[in-house]
């Protein structure tokens, strides 16, 4: 296989609005390009600021491009040599970390505002540049590179005199001419050659000449417009190599940089390994079987390993040179499983099924066995190297001795054979029982903006109503009915969002059709198919091209079994595009696990990691039965970002322990941890999950480089109620990856990528959105091998089952969160009222001097309530959560005592599937909720209307009063001043309650007094 080159690429593609250099209003610009010592620069565009060069720029890459750490510059400058000005012609900057360089198939035109080179720098505009990676073959090293052998025969007399004058002869470079008449101040300063002299007519140079482009950098030949760059360059950013003796060698002119090997970054692959420190650490006795020899040659033999009172079987061997099988055993080393035979591990060989009965009068079949004592088994600690297999001789067995391969040693869970070894508390029935790490597919927005129609119908029908019907896989949306009249071409302007998946296939279609509304039916006037493969991407809000579809009419079978005439399809105008810059959401808005955007280029680097030990479980409740015995085979499933872990499954435990940890990069420490307990059961036709209850952890509530240890319980929602299936024990530390300044600068970009503010989706569409999303993700699961079943994704992404309706529990548990949540608003009221009351005539007093205070110096209002806050803060801070990450409480969702009727009514699917004597109770009990709000609306219609009656005449002796208090009260503001005023106010609200009137204040009565419009309601 030939070995592959990659290649960095930089397309140039356009720039809006830079700033005008030439003192005419406008600019010559051309774009350098910097990576890893290596230059290339595109042609110049003659005085435009917008220019337009669509331009490639190839560069090597030595090593993985997101391992480099280097940086792409890109600089925009103006050509000098067209609109001579003695100012700079720096016209801005963009600095691209080529970690977030994406692959070829991926890139987007992305937009990217130009940056300062220094603080009073003067710049402006954008650049839309492509930037990717593609590999290459390595083309065929040249034959005079090769070192010559030594049974070569001697070079001939014209080799010696080429081989001679390059060694004599200097190296020189050979320049653009346009690069040797660049004039001299922008010769670099770190050259060792000198500068070339400056033509006569170049003005001399000026302290603002200093940021002026290399002499390499000195633009092409003028084009008026963009296209491939000079051959030359390449040349020129590529100097030849110099030759063996460095004394008469000549210096070019522009000589590449060292590269700068900057500092190992923390990359997410290097972050998450694991050092099992979360968990308990559990021995395990490992057995490898290899492979075996000498054995009898029509024998099918498989070999059976016991160990701790656990027997297991190998499958069938695959005969070759050897009987080979290469499978790995792990027996759990626990105090139950010491105590039934703590030193006997025992190895047999069988010429029998793997599935098959044995006893002790089936000596034939038997070819020889090991037995071993466990005591005298190596101990391997990673990071030792696995422990080699070894022959031993198998004894006892029919017929002359064979030889078996194996290996075993005694490990922990850190063991690099731990995840593939088969566990022997794992179930023999069930073959992905293991433990497995699965990512969930990137998601894309589909955008289809439609248009118009032209040539759709004939001529016959003056009005028609037409619609488009878009369909991808199980994703089926329309537009609106558009009537046309008289002719004129349907438009709508309208725009349709679908999901999907990578990698998108030829055989994955947009499918647009045409449909016509004539009475109750549909006529199809004709369809087209948009190949996802050919949908362009774009990572903001710019718009892309348009096309137009040919509408195929529909087969004239269709039509006839309809009994109607084939309709001409017409064409149709749309624009389709990934759009790349929204996050595409899986899960419920409360959980959400990651805000990335699709594009991998918009991707931030990662602040932190979270690190998750899977204990085990404790008291699980039996969920299916079998032989008439209760049994449990729990396995726990976590969920963060798009990557998912799944434990291995403990057979027939209510006790599992599996003490497994997994760590993932955190890009927003406001996201949720995800982890379920699910039951794998085998009815024989096919595998199912059942769910035993989900947890969920905040990482935005868990102190930093903190260990949060203890049982969360497992609660499950079922339509007889709550019932708890036991408890899950979790192990969870989230630590930052860079500084403290960097954790806490997330706080305050926006949560969801710039297109979510940009342009909006609408809220209608972001529920049937993720519910597809949702779909698409536990497809793409379920086909993995071993798979994560269906169910299982669904279940974690709250996508399972009917979509839920009208829950009177949820509305009692969302009351109780917004009273609890403005229960400081009550606290504050009864704290004014036992002060007013004189309750404590010290605090009273108090609030007296403090008033008076704020009155003469109001500037003091603002930090005495900033300080108030910040006071209330850090007294609370004593008061913090110290334990447990929040989990599920019965008593915040209201679900400790329930009533049968009203689960009945938040399981019901919509529309509902019950009676119509149920649903006429659930209605009338409905009827007497909205009755009880209907009054509160109109209570606050009513106050409304008092408070706009003050000014409306329709009480005039009402009016009249409120109008000469209003004018009486401004001449007394006029001569009183204000401070008086408001103490005397403060003062009188606070007076004693010997001065005040049990009854209410004739403010109050003046107020209820006013006339509302309730009574013209009929």
Same mark, same amino acid.
């Given at each position: ?174 320049? &653009? ?21 400056? =033509?006569?007519? #170049? ?24 296209? *491939? ?14 030759? &063996?003796? =460095? ?8 000589? %590449? ?198 040539? *759709? ?164 409740? &039996? ?7 209760? *049994? ?58 059942? %769910? ?20 969360? &319980? ?230 409304? #209307? ?30 009183? =001043? ?41």
């Amino acid at each position: 296989m030939a070995s592959m080159a990659r290649k960095l690429v930089v397309e140039v593609v356009e720039a809006h609005d830079l700033l005008p250099k030439d003192g005419m209003g406008t600019s010559s610009p051309y774009v350098v390009v910097d990576f890893d010592g290596q230059r290339r620069k595109t042609q110049t565009v003659l005085r435009n600021l917008n220019p337009t060069w669509n331009e490639a720029l190839e560069f090597d890459v030595i090593g993985p491009v997101d391992d480099a750490g280097e940086t792409v510059e890109v600089e925009v400058y103006h050509d000098r040599r067209v609109g001579p000005s003695r100012r700079n012609n720096f016209l801005g900057r963009v600095r691209i970390d080529s970690r977030k360089v994406v692959k070829q198939g991926e890139e987007a035109v992305e937009s990217f505002p130009v940056e300062k080179k220094r603080f009073f720098s003067w710049v402006r505009g954008d650049i839309y540049l492509k930037v990717y990676y593609v590999d290459e073959p390595k083309p065929p090293a040249p034959p005079s590179e090769a070192a010559p052998k030594s049974d070569e025969p001697p070079p001939t007399a014209e080799a010696v005199n080429m081989d001679a004058g390059k060694t004599d002869a200097p190296v020189t470079v050979q320049l &653009p001419e346009a690069a040797e008449q660049a004039p001299e101040a922008a010769a670099p300063e770190s050259e060792n050659s000198p500068p070339p002299q400056p =033509p006569p007519e #170049e003005p001399p140079v000026t302290a603002a000449d200093a940021e002026k482009p290399k002499e390499s950098d000195a633009p092409p030949p003028v084009t008026e417009n963009g296209g *491939t760059g000079n051959p030359a360059e390449t040349a020129e950013a590529n100097p030849a190599p110099p030759p &063996p003796e =460095p004394e008469k060698e000549a210096i070019p002119k522009w000589v %590449p940089q060292p590269r700068q090997m900057a500092p190992p970054a923390r990359t997410p692959e290097a972050m998450e390994r694991s050092k099992y420190d979360l968990v308990d650490k559990m021995q395990y006795l490992f057995v490898r079987i290899v492979r075996a020899r000498k054995l009898p040659g029509n024998a099918k033999p498989h070999v059976r390993v016991s160990a701790y009172g656990r027997n297991v079987s190998t499958r069938t061997a695959r005969q070759s040179v050897f009987f080979e099988w290469n499978q790995t055993f792990a027996f759990v080393r626990d105090a139950s499983a010491a105590a039934a035979d703590p030193s006997a591990l025992e190895i047999s060989v069988w010429d029998l099924p793997p599935d098959s009965d044995l006893n002790d009068e089936e000596d034939e079949h038997f070819l020889g066995g090991v037995r071993f004592d466990v005591a005298e088994v190596p101990l391997r600690d990673p990071p030792d190297s696995p422990l080699a297999p070894q022959w031993y001789r198998l004894e006892g067995g029919r017929g002359r001795g064979g030889d078996l391969m194996l290996a075993t040693w005694v490990g922990t869970q850190a063991d690099d054979s731990f995840p593939h070894a088969w566990k022997a508390d794992a179930p023999t029935s069930h073959a992905g029982s293991h433990s497995k790490v699965y990512v969930s597919p990137k998601l894309w927005y589909i955008r289809a903006t439609v248009i118009e129609a032209q040539d *759709t119908v004939t001529p016959s029908i003056k009005e028609h109503a037409v619609y488009v019907r878009a369909a991808l896989g199980f994703q089926v949306l329309k537009t609106r009915n558009a009537v046309s009249r008289n002719g004129a071409p349907p438009s709508w302007n309208e725009d349709l969002l679908f999901v999907e998946a990578e990698p998108f296939g030829e055989d994955q279609k947009l499918v647009l059709s045409l449909e016509l509304r004539h009475g109750k039916d549909a006529i199809v006037l004709g369809s087209a198919s948009i190949p996802l493969s050919t949908v362009e991407r774009r990572v903001d809000d710019r718009k892309v091209a348009s096309r137009w579809l040919d509408l195929l009419p529909t087969s004239e079978e269709a039509q006839a079994k309809k009994g109607r005439r084939p309709v001409h399809g017409g064409r149709l105008h749309v624009r389709v595009c990934f759009d790349g810059g929204y996050h595409v959401s899986d899960e419920p808005q409360n959980a959400e696990s990651d805000y990335r955007p699709s594009a991998r280029q918009l991707w931030r680097s990662p602040v932190g990691v979270v690190e998750l030990g899977i204990i085990g479980c404790r008291g699980l409740l &039996p969920v299916r039965t079998v032989d008439g015995k209760g *049994t449990t085979d729990a396995y726990a499933v976590a969920k963060y970002g798009p990557k998912w872990a799944r434990t291995r499954t403990a057979a027939d435990s209510f006790d599992p322990a599996w003490n497994e940890q997994y760590t993932w990069p955190v890009y927003d420490p406001c996201t949720v941890l995800t982890v379920a307990v699910f039951d794998q059961s085998d009815d024989g036709k096919d595998a199912t999950s059942r %769910p035993m209850g989900k947890v969920r952890i905040r990482l935005s509530t868990l102190e930093t480089n903190r260990i949060y240890r203890g049982s969360y &319980p497992l609660l499950l929602l079922l339509p007889s109620g709550v019932k708890r299936m036991g408890e899950i024990e979790l192990a969870v530390r989230f630590s930052r990856a860079g500084s403290a300044l960097d954790l806490l600068h997330v706080y305050g970009q926006p949560m969801l990528p710039a297109m979510h503010h940009l342009r909006p989706i609408p809220a209608a569409q972001r529920e049937p959105l993720r519910l597809a999303a949702a779909r698409i993700v536990a497809a793409h699961l379920g086909r993995s091998e071993p798979s994560l079943k269906r169910e299982v994704a669904l279940w974690v992404l709250d996508a399972a089952g009917e979509p839920r309706g009208y829950s009177m529990r949820r509305v009692r548990a969302n009351w109780y969160r917004i009273v609890a949540a403005i229960s400081w608003v009550a606290d504050l009221a009864r704290w004014v009222e036992d002060t007013r009351a004189w309750r404590n005539p010290t605090t009273t007093l108090l609030v007296h001097g403090v008033l008076v205070l704020l009155v003469w110096f109001p500037e003091l209002a603002a930090p005495t309530v900033t300080a108030h806050v910040a006071a209330v803060g850090a007294w609370r801070y004593r008061r913090r959560a110290r334990g447990l990450a929040p989990h599920p409480c019965l008593r915040a969702s209201q679900a400790e005592a329930l009533e049968r009727e009203e689960l009945d009514e938040e399981f019901d699917p919509v529309p509902s599937a019950r009676g119509p004597e149920v649903v006429r109770a659930r209605y009338d009990r409905m009827r007497g909720v909205a009755a009880r709000f209907q009054a509160m609306l109109g209570d606050v219609a009513a106050q409304a #209307e008092r408070v706009q009656a003050l000014v409306t005449w329709r009480d005039p002796r009402a009016t009249g009063m409120f109008v000469a208090l209003c004018f009486l009260l401004a001449v007394a503001l006029y001569v009183v =001043p204000a401070r008086m005023a408001a103490v005397a106010a403060g003062f009188y609200y606070l007076r004693h309650p010997i001065f005040r009137d049990r009854l209410s204040p004739a403010a109050v009565n003046f107020y209820r007094r006013l006339p509302s419009l309730a009574d013209r309601i009929i």
